[in-house]
T-cell receptor
Framework: SQTIHQWPATLVQPVGSPLSLECTVE??????LYWYRQAAGRGLQLLFYSVGIGQISSEVPQNLSASRPQDRQFILSSKKLLLSDSGFYLC?????????FGQGTRLTVV | KQEVTQIPAALSVPEGENLVLNCSFTDSAIYNLQWFRQDPGKGLTSLLL?????REQTSGRLNASLDKSSGRSTLYIAASQPGDSATYLC????????????FGKGTHLIIQP
């Protein structure tokens, strides 16, 4: 069965610092991968999705970027974090019509 | 653009009660609807998935219904237990499919022992 690994679980970063969150998956090949953000008082917002290596689609213009260097690796990055980047970041994949989520990374920008 | 709304935003009930969580969506052209559970600080666990051609799905004490034409789904929890306390999220898969799920903001459920 598929497994989604996200790290780190929690992260506190100062404003203006860079960011790199990694998501790796096991037990499936060529998955569609997604990055969501859950901010306080808001629903989950789709940030990026990828249907294959090097293919990234952005849903919301923002301070973040994503890359997919390998089939089972999806990375969320920022060159300079903003306070508004704080939130809970979730990586997800689809097996057919069913979505599976990682355990998330809690990012606090101070 | 698809929008998903969940009512109520929060709910607190005594243990043993049956309860209903509501979800509505604006665009009825969906592939499926999925209910998730989220514990504090954790990821999402899929509870039930209803395909657009289905009317309901059941798993244990959980029953989810779908009325696609009216843009509504309900999650029914029977004989609630303190362990059911969590945030419940409704999400729909629509559009081209590859652009992921649209989520509601969730219902924060507390079951009082």
């Amino acid at each position: 069965s598929q497994t989604i690994h996200q790290w780190p679980a929690t992260l506190v970063q100062p404003v203006g610092s860079p960011l790199s969150l990694e998501c790796t998956v096991e037990g499936t090949s060529n998955p569609n991968l997604y990055w969501y953000r859950q901010a306080a008082g808001r629903g989950l917002q789709l940030l990026f999705y990828s249907v294959g290596i090097g293919q990234i689609s952005s849903e919301v213009p923002q301070n973040l970027s994503a890359s997919r260097p390998q089939d089972r690796q999806f990375i969320l990055s920022s060159k300079k974090l903003l306070l508004s980047d704080s939130g809970f970041y979730l990586c997800a994949l689809f097996i057919g019509p069913v979505a599976f989520f990682g355990q998330g990374t809690r990012l606090t920008v101070v | 653009k698809q929008e998903v709304t969940q009512i109520p935003a929060a709910l607190s009930v005594p243990e043993g009660e049956n309860l209903v969580l509501n979800c509505s969506f604006t665009d009825s052209a969906i592939y499926n609807l999925q209910w998730f559970r989220q514990d504090p600080g954790k990821g999402l666990t899929s509870l039930l998935l209803i395909q657009s051609s289905q009317r309901e799905q059941t798993s244990g004490r959980l029953n989810a219904s779908l009325d696609k034409s009216s843009g509504r789904s309900t999650l029914y929890i029977a004989a609630s237990q303190p362990g059911d306390s969590a945030t419940y999220l409704c999400a729909v898969l629509s559009g081209g499919g590859a652009d992921g799920l649209t989520f509601g903001k969730g219902t924060h459920l507390i079951i009082q022992p």
